[in-house]
């Protein structure tokens, strides 16, 4: 194999690692897909991955689930630096006013990663969220949803946005999304971060 396909499986490896070892609360070996200035924006979340790890964590012994599921990647690559795209859904279950209820949000992790002493890492992980949906766990149930709590949130995330809110997160409002200026900043940081500049 040549040296360029060795370094995208290495790259593709952190990502499948990210996804399983944090659904499955391996939080000493989630730690490794970080560097130490390793930085989280998620909707419920936004700030160093340390933080963002105690957060998962203190959420997952409350019985916050919170899982994720990974579609293709593909990775633009300039020496020891990336940017992968993985296509992935996120999968939250809890109460919505009294129903208990699965939402499913389809988007992609646009991942700013890095080499560093021989080893890649994340240093942002930046999701963009496309779709979602919402559901009753028991298709019987009867759900009503606050139509003016709904319009606040951006398309891609509403209903994702909307139990987390229920549940007590303090949701971010303008996360990029399939189409728009918050998602073609994205890319326009993503050209910067491999030409050599920062990831924020």
């Not at 890492?121 to 759900?143: F, M």
Request: charged share 30%; net charge neutral; hydrophobic share 40%.
């Amino acid at each position: 194999m040549t040296e360029d396909i060795i370094e995208r499986l290495a790259i593709r490896d952190l990502v499948e690692n990210w996804a399983l070892w944090r659904d499955a609360g391996n939080w000493d070996r989630f730690l490794t897909c970080w560097h130490d200035d390793g930085r989280m924006m998620a909707t419920w979340y936004q700030g160093p991955a340390a933080d963002f790890i105690r957060a998962s964590r203190e959420g997952w012994a409350k019985g916050v689930s919170i899982l994720h599921f990974l579609g293709g990647t593909t990775i633009d690559r300039t020496g020891d630096r990336a940017i992968a795209q993985t296509k992935m859904t996120i999968s939250q279950r809890g109460p919505v006013d009294g129903v208990l209820c699965d939402v499913v949000c389809t988007g992609r992790f646009y991942d700013f990663i890095e080499k560093r002493q021989g080893r890649w890492g994340v240093v942002l992980r930046q999701p963009i969220y496309e779709k979602d949906r919402l559901d009753p766990v028991l298709p019987d149930a009867k759900l009503t949803l606050d139509p003016d709590l709904l319009a606040q949130f951006p398309e891609g995330y509403r209903h994702l946005a909307y139990i987390q809110t229920k549940i007590g997160y303090t949701v971010k409002r303008d996360m990029p999304g399939l189409r728009g200026p918050e998602v073609e900043a994205l890319y326009r940081r993503g050209k910067t971060w491999l030409e050599g500049g920062p990831a924020e």
